[in-house]
C-alpha cells in the first residue's frame, strides 16, 4: 500500500471518528428481507446461481507438493478431485468416471500416476484423459478423447488455488481486482499453510460469515478479546466490484501489547514476519470480505482465511485455513498453538451466539433486518448476489434494492472528495 493510500486511510479513520451520522450522500438501506436467511427458494437460487458462478477456495499448493497429489472436495456441494499434474498445473475434475458415474476418486488425499475407477477399472492420467479401459473389444468404436474426465475451472493466486463450477466465469485476477495487488505484501504466493480445519455450525451460513463482515457487533460479542485491541469507531468500510468488500480499523493508542496478537510474543517466543507488511497492516486490523463467502483479517505475523458453507438453510460450516511465514524445514513452530487456541476463542464468541440468531429468525417475529452505515458491507454483499443470480429470477418479496450505486465503488469514495472539498473551503 503506497504513501497516499496509507495517508487517505488515515484521514478516513478520523472522519470516521468525528461524523455524528452517515456521510450525506451514502444512500438511506432498505431492510434486507429476513426470508434471504430462511426461505428454501433463496436457498435453491444461491445453490443453481451463486454457488456455481463463484471462484471458491479449495486448496493449497502445500496440500498438493508433489506432482500426482491429489485432494477430494465437496464443500461446495460438487464433488471433484485437484490435483498437481506433471506439467505442473494443478487441474480439477468431477470426481465422476464417464462410463457409469463412479467416483474415480475414494481417498480424501494421496498421490498417484493414473487415477482408476474402481468400478469397472477405467484410467485417467492426470490431464484427465482416458488411457485405458477393461475388455475394449466390447466397446464398439468408443472414442477415448471425448471420453475424458469433466475439467472445472482452476485458476491460482499465489498458493491458493480456486475453482469455479462456470465455464463462462471472468478470470481470477478479473474477479480479483485490485484486491489482488492489495494482497501482494501478506504473500500468498510464499507463506505456509499452518492449520486447516472445518467447523459445524447451527445457523444459515450467512448469518455466521456476516458477524465477520461488521465491527458494530464488536463491544458486545467481543468485550474482553477484539474489543480490546480495535478501535471499532474509526473503522473504515470499502466497497468493490463484484460484491467484495475491505475493513481496516486502527488498534487502540492505549491498547497493552498482548491484546495484538499479531505483534505480542506468544510464551517469550517473538514470532517471524511475513517480509513487506507495510503500516496499515502493522497497526490495523485489515479485513477483506471477498464474494462469495470469504473473510480474511491480514497480519504481519499470519493470519486466518474464513470460509462460510452452507449445510443445510439452518447449518453451515465455517472452514478455518491459517497461513504464516515460512518456518523451514521440521514441524511448525510451538507458538502457532497458542495463537490458533486464542483466535479459536474469538470465533467461538461469533459463532456460538449464530445458533440462537437462527432461532430467533426462525420465529414469526423476524420480517427483516434494518442495516446501519456501519454494516454496509453486508448490504453491499446482497446487492452483488441479486445482480449474479439475476434479479428476475428472484421472488420480489426477497429482493434487495441496488441502491449502493458506483459512486461508492473503489476506487471511489465520497468520503474523500467532501474531505478535499472542506479543506479547500
Not at 167 to 192: C, K, M, S, Y
Not at 311 to 321: F, R, Y
Not at 369 to 395: F, N, T
Amino acid at each position: 500500500m503506497d504513501a497516499r493510500a496509507v495517508a487517505d486511510l488515515r484521514r478516513l479513520m478520523e472522519y470516521e471518528a468525528a461524523r455524528t451520522a452517515p456521510p450525506r450522500d451514502f444512500p438511506a438501506l432498505p431492510d434486507l428481507p429476513g426470508g434471504r436467511y430462511t426461505d428454501p427458494r433463496f436457498a435453491a437460487l444461491e445453490k443453481e446461481q451463486l454457488w456455481r458462478r463463484s471462484w471458491l477456495l479449495a486448496g493449497h499448493l502445500d496440500e498438493l507438493q508433489r506432482p500426482g497429489s491429489f485432494k477430494l472436495w465437496d464443500m461446495a456441494g460438487q464433488p471433484i478431485f485437484l490435483v498437481h499434474a506433471r506439467s505442473g498445473e494443478i487441474n480439477a475434475f468431477y470426481n465422476t468416471c464417464s462410463h457409469r458415474g463412479a467416483p474415480v476418486v475414494t481417498e480424501a488425499t494421496g498421490r498417484r500416476a493414473r487415477f482408476t475407477c474402481k468400478y469397472h477399472g477405467w484410467v485417467y492420467d492426470d490431464e484427465g484423459r482416458l488411457q485405458s479401459i477393461r475388455d475394449a473389444a466390447d466397446f464398439a468404436d468408443l472414442d477415448f478423447s471425448c471420453r475424458s474426465l469433466r475439467r472445472v475451472r482452476c485458476e491460482r493466486h499465489g498458493k491458493l488455488v480456486f475453482v469455479n463450477f462456470d465455464e463462462d466465469a471472468v478470470p481470477l485476477a478479473e474477479w480479483l481486482g485490485v484486491i489482488a495487488d492489495e494482497f501482494a505484501e501478506f504473500r500468498f504466493d510464499a507463506t505456509r499453510l499452518v492449520d486447516h480445519h472445518v467447523w459445524d455450525l447451527d445457523c444459515n451460513w450467512k448469518i455466521a460469515m456476516e458477524a465477520n463482515m461488521e465491527v458494530y457487533h464488536v463491544p458486545n460479542i467481543h468485550p474482553t478479546t477484539v474489543a480490546v485491541g480495535l478501535d471499532h469507531r474509526r473503522n473504515v468500510n470499502s466497497f468493490y466490484p463484484h460484491g467484495h468488500g475491505r475493513m481496516i480499523a486502527p488498534g487502540w493508542e492505549s491498547a497493552p501489547p498482548a491484546s495484538n496478537y499479531r505483534a505480542a510474543p506468544v510464551g517469550g517466543t517473538a514470532r517471524p514476519e511475513i517480509a513487506g507488511v507495510g503500516e496499515i497492516g502493522h497497526t490495523c486490523t485489515q479485513s477483506y470480505n471477498l464474494f462469495p463467502n470469504w473473510v480474511s483479517p491480514l497480519g504481519p505475523t499470519g493470519y486466518f482465511v474464513l470460509n462460510f458453507w452452507p449445510n443445510g438453510i439452518d447449518k453451515s460450516k465455517l472452514e478455518v485455513w491459517w497461513f504464516g511465514p515460512d518456518w523451514g524445514e521440521g514441524p511448525r513452530p510451538a507458538y502457532w498453538a497458542d495463537t490458533i487456541t486464542y483466535l479459536n476463542s474469538v470465533l467461538r464468541e461469533d459463532t456460538e451466539f449464530g445458533g440462537w440468531i437462527q432461532r430467533s429468525q426462525e420465529s414469526y417475529g423476524f420480517k427483516g433486518v434494518p442495516l446501519s452505515y456501519q454494516e454496509a458491507r453486508i448490504y453491499h454483499w446482497h446487492q452483488a448476489a441479486d445482480a449474479l443470480i439475476g434479479p428476475e429470477r428472484i421472488p420480489p418479496e426477497l429482493r434487495v434494492a441496488p441502491v449502493i450505486g458506483a459512486d461508492w465503488i473503489m476506487p471511489n469514495d465520497p468520503r474523500l472528495d467532501a474531505l478535499a472539498a472542506r479543506a479547500a473551503a
